[in-house]
T-cell receptor, first 111, second 114 residues
Framework: SQQGEEDPQALSIQEGENATMNCSYKTSINNLQWYRQNSGRGLVHLILIRSNEREKHSGRLRVTLDTSKKSSSLLITASRAADTASYFCATDLYNFNKFYFGSGTKLNVKP | DTGVSQNPRHKITKRGQNVTFRCDPISEHNRLYWYRQTLGQGPEFLTYFQNEAQLEKSRLLSDRFSAERPKGSFSTLEIQRTEQGDSAMYLC????????????FGEGSRLTVL
């Protein structure tokens, strides 16, 4: 089974609104990453947060990590139609040797 | 462009045929990964190479699947006696020795087994 699971499975918002996606995982991790995938394309890395970090920012992205709850959230502020994509969290168990992806959140940003 | 390159992008084959996919990683990257992704799901780990050594192989990978990275550069993923259940997007990713863990993905090879 997948290590990470995203919630919600689908999210539809208006342009300009904020989008929040959550990821839960099962076992201890070294780091957690978020990726974006446009339909039919490869995945693009967005941001990485290490297990000893609690929050990280990159442009309009904000990621939090709660290792006690084994969960992470991705916040996209002031969303744009171009943010429409699927978003996946990925966790590594053994220091970059194997990455497990969740099933993703499909975000639709309406113009 | 020096990104990860995958070929072919699309492959349609009949059940029982063999198919091979090729991945050319970013040139200085020593780690190479293969993932499989079906519609609506996240990528599933298949196998991982560090240089030419195959260090991890998922139990999802049946004996019909084999991957190689003969010179530690490009990699091939072969599926023998394809089945309809093999229909999926096969994704290749690479990362560097001193990487922070970021994976660089190719655009994928979509397999349709009729």
């Amino acid at each position: 089974s997948q290590q990470g699971e995203e919630d919600p499975q689908a999210l539809s918002i208006q342009e300009g609104e904020n989008a929040t996606m959550n990821c839960s995982y099962k076992t201890s991790i070294n780091n957690l990453q978020w990726y974006r995938q446009n339909s039919g394309r490869g995945l693009v890395h967005l941001i990485l947060i290490r297990s000893n970090e609690r929050e990280k920012h990159s442009g309009r992205l904000r990621v939090t990590l709660d290792t006690s709850k084994k969960s992470s959230s991705l916040l996209i502020t002031a969303s744009r139609a171009a943010d429409t994509a699927s978003y996946f969290c990925a966790t590594d168990l053994y220091n970059f040797n194997k990455f497990y992806f969740g099933s993703g959140t499909k975000l639709n940003v309406k113009p | 462009d020096t990104g990860v390159s995958q070929n072919p992008r699309h492959k349609i084959t009949k059940r029982g045929q063999n198919v091979t996919f090729r991945c050319d990683p970013i040139s200085e990257h020593n780690r190479l990964y293969w993932y499989r992704q079906t519609l609506g799901q996240g990528p599933e780990f298949l196998t991982y190479f560090q240089n030419e050594a195959q260090l991890e192989k998922s139990r999802l990978l049946s004996d019909r699947f084999s991957a190689e990275r003969p010179k530690g550069s490009f990699s091939t993923l072969e599926i023998q006696r394809t089945e309809q259940g093999d229909s999926a997007m096969y994704l290749c990713a690479s990362s560097g020795q001193l990487s922070t863990g970021e994976l660089f993905f190719g655009e994928g090879s979509r397999l349709t087994v009729l």
